[in-house]
């Protein structure tokens, strides 16, 4: 972070209510995973050091009490996982396989977010790292309760609100 780097770092995938670390270390962008109906997913720990959400797979959590969470939040369904190029059975060739689901899909979509805010000088032409974590969570759209909470953080990234 002192070398102007983004760190991007995964929630961890125990379901808890505790940030992984390195993730919650102060100046790291803490990302919990979500499923394709942009709920918090089931493995996705979550708490007061979760800064946003991006797509993980898997299935749903239990939803909050919130009328967002209960509106579209179903657990008990099995949903898509989130496909990635990543070794294969063989570790010299590169596949596509299925059932891959967790934070660390979740936290490379931060990353390439904040690449793109960096890349469009949306915020000048070195940003600081901070200024690009407030700009990504600003930007992101909202989950759960309105505002800021422990289930969502700051909420969903959003590239499109991020880059115009």
């Not at 967002?68 to 008990?76: E, I």
């Not at 369904?77 to 570790?91: E, K, R």
Request: hydrophobic fraction near 40%; charged fraction near 20%; proline fraction near 5%.
């Amino acid at each position: 972070r002192r070398h102007r780097v983004v760190v991007t770092g995964v929630a961890g995938n125990e379901g808890g209510a505790q940030v992984a670390y390195p993730a919650r270390a102060k100046g790291v962008i803490a990302v919990g995973g979500t499923t394709e109906d942009g709920c918090r997913a089931e493995y996705s720990n979550s708490g007061n050091d979760l800064d946003v959400m991006a797509p993980g797979g898997g299935d749903d959590a239990v939803p909050g009490a919130d009328a967002w969470d209960q509106a579209h939040c179903r657990p008990g369904l099995s949903l898509h996982s989130v496909y990635q190029q990543t070794f294969s059975s063989a570790l010299g060739r590169f596949g596509l396989p299925d059932g891959f689901y967790g934070t660390s899909m979740a936290a490379p979509h931060v990353a390439g977010l904040a690449a793109l805010v960096i890349a469009s000088k949306r915020l000048g032409s070195r940003p600081r790292p901070a200024a690009v974590e407030r700009h990504i969570e600003r930007t992101a759209r909202d989950l759960g309760a309105p505002g800021w909470d422990v289930h969502y953080g700051h909420g969903l990234i959003d590239a499109a609100a991020a880059l115009r």
